[in-house]
């Protein structure tokens, strides 16, 4: 792995000094064309879902107590593209496809060039350099294998929760609807099936259907490729925050999402009764304080819950329990659009960028109410520790008070 990062090193430099692409390709080294598809192309079939979308109802709670909103992002309409002899690469960053000199992603809210996530070792599909729109492919390590047909989504980290519940999951169940050839595979990452949780609610949204993993180092050639739109948008986003837009996702489809989940919830069990709940984390996590904070929400009522402990099932039934719902940003958020309406919901962080408004799609979808809220301590050591838990009281009190 060493010396691949060193060639890798060596052949990005060569091609920022304008060695002949040709020559790159005759190495094995291809330069691609980040290009987003388009719903014009004839290989573009629309899935006539609503374009209603969700994500712009969200507000952020700030410190003084008021809910501000932000101006909206524009609608997401939905579809497949139907591609001939076209490759996967595993991508932990975003869905894409190698077609020809292209690598080619789903339609954008938000204007270019994208960030590629270039790495030495070319861990994120193989891109180790960047020029704008261009970008630089290492070779595979391994041969590539071969399927006839195949569906695919993709999704940004398939190893996390949240985007296994946003981005994968809702993609997977919307063509689980429309394919109904029962035995044309869904490509996934390798290694995505890992732990009961994702395997229980992989046979919710795909419904037992077979799966085919992209081979870990190696590219997976599919002779007819249908590339799924995601019903929520994601990676690769540009490169300067000030260019990007707050997420969104299309209402149809993430209602007929929300009901399968609540379906598959109801027959499964609350770990607390407690209407008002806090998604707890685990102490291995690096949040500031932890630990204290979770006496102190107790004090205020608030029982905490530790969603990954929890079956897929159970989590849906304690999250439809609630009405009350708190915590620092995380995973378990993904949780909120099996919330029943009218549960109010805020989600802290210690930064809070004007586009970022994660999980906003889904609570709307859910006809929850979320607050974003922004949480710091500007003291050091332990005085931080008892600003910060203070700051965080006071921000609950003013919240509940907005009701």
């Known amino acids: 792995m060493h010396m691949r990062k060193i060639l890798n090193f060596i052949v990005a430099f060569a091609w920022r000094k304008g060695c002949s692409v040709a020559l790159l390709h005759f190495a094995g080294w291809r330069v691609l064309e980040l290009r987003a598809l388009e719903r014009e192309d004839e290989r573009f079939l629309g899935l006539g879902l609503r374009a209603e979308q969700t994500g712009n109802s969200y507000q952020r709670f700030l410190p003084d107590g008021a809910a501000r909103g932000f101006p909206q992002t524009r609608v997401r309409k939905l579809g497949i593209w139907t591609l001939a002899n076209s490759l996967i690469r595993e991508n932990s960053k975003f869905p894409a496809i190698l077609d020809g000199n292209l690598l080619l992603i789903t339609p954008r809210i938000e204007s270019g060039p994208y960030h590629a996530y270039p790495t030495p070792d070319g861990k994120h599909g193989g891109t180790i350099e960047q020029r704008g729109s261009q970008v630089l492919i290492a070779p595979p390590r391994k041969p590539a294998s071969e399927v006839g047909e195949a569906i695919y989504v993709g999704t940004r980290a398939q190893h996390n929760w949240s985007h296994w519940l946003i981005n994968f999951l809702p993609g997977a169940h919307l063509a689980s609807k429309h394919f109904d050839n029962p035995s044309i595979p869904l490509i996934v990452s390798a290694g995505c099936k890992n732990g009961a949780s994702r395997r229980e609610s992989l046979e919710v949204f795909w419904g037992g259907r077979p799966v085919i993993e992209v081979p870990a180092g190696s590219n997976l050639k599919v002779r007819k490729l249908h ?75 608030f029982e905490p819950v530790f969603l990954n ?85 006071n921000m609950i009190r003013q919240w509940q008070d907005s009701a």
């Open 227 to 301: 590339f799924v739109e995601q019903p929520v948008s994601d990676s690769p986003r540009p490169h300067a925050d000030s260019m990007k837009r707050r997420t969104v996702g299309n209402r149809q489809a993430l209602d007929d999402f929300r009901e399968a989940g609540q379906d598959h919830g109801r027959g499964g069990k609350t770990t607390t009764e407690a209407k008002k709940i806090f998604f707890a984390r685990e102490s291995f996590h690096t949040r500031k304080y932890t630990d204290r904070a979770h006496g102190a929400l107790q004090e205020l009522g």
């Open 309 to 393: 402990r929890l079956s897929f099932r159970d989590q849906v039934a304690t999250v439809m329990n609630a009405e009350e719902i708190i915590g620092p940003a995380g995973s378990a958020f993904a949780n909120v659009i099996f919330c029943e309406a009218r549960t109010r919901i805020l989600l802290y962080k210690e930064e809070l960028p004007n586009w970022e408004n994660w999980y906003a799609p889904l609570a709307e979808a859910a006809e929850a109410s979320m607050f974003f809220g922004k949480l710091q301590s500007r003291l050091a050591g332990p005085a931080g520790e008892d600003d910060y838990l203070k700051n965080l009281k």
